[in-house]
């Protein structure tokens, strides 16, 4: 890539080749990247949030949800992050008050994406407690 060949740390460029990594199902290519990505450019939402998706896809749920937490302590219109971090709060147990409360930050912040949230919130929910053993009898 010829941008990176001028300046290594071009976050538009590592964004890039991070998704083209991720489009030929080399994640862990993806992920090395992003996180240089982040090192490099630690103001750059986008390469954050790409960054915070694929450590959770890779199965580092901690450490994506630790990268959209601080993306959307920086900058909490980061609607995006907010939702992702929606639904892996949602699919944790004993998490729902975690998404509850970017539903109602979205809320309070007036974002036009809250209504949508809070009912795919509500939707995960009973999906999760509908496949739930049952209690023992």
Do not use: F
Not at 59 to 74: S, W, Y
Not at 78 to 98: D, K, N, P
Request: proline share 6%.
């Amino acid at each position: 890539n010829a941008a990176l060949r001028l300046n290594p740390s071009q976050p538009d460029a590592l964004l890039a080749l991070a998704r083209a990594d991720m489009g030929q199902g080399r994640l862990a290519e993806a992920v090395t990247t992003l996180a240089r990505n982040v090192a490099a450019n630690p103001d750059y939402d986008d390469g954050r949030l790409l960054y915070g998706m694929a450590l959770a896809d890779s199965g580092q749920i901690a450490r994506g949800v630790q990268e959209l937490e601080t993306l959307c302590e920086r900058n909490p219109y980061a609607t995006h992050a907010r939702e992702r971090l929606i639904v892996y709060y949602a699919q944790q147990e004993g998490q729902s008050e975690q998404a509850w409360r970017h539903v109602r930050r979205m809320e309070e912040l007036k974002l036009p994406q809250a209504a949508q949230a809070r009912a795919e919130l509500r939707k995960l929910l009973a999906a999760r407690a509908a496949a739930a053993p049952a209690p023992p009898k």
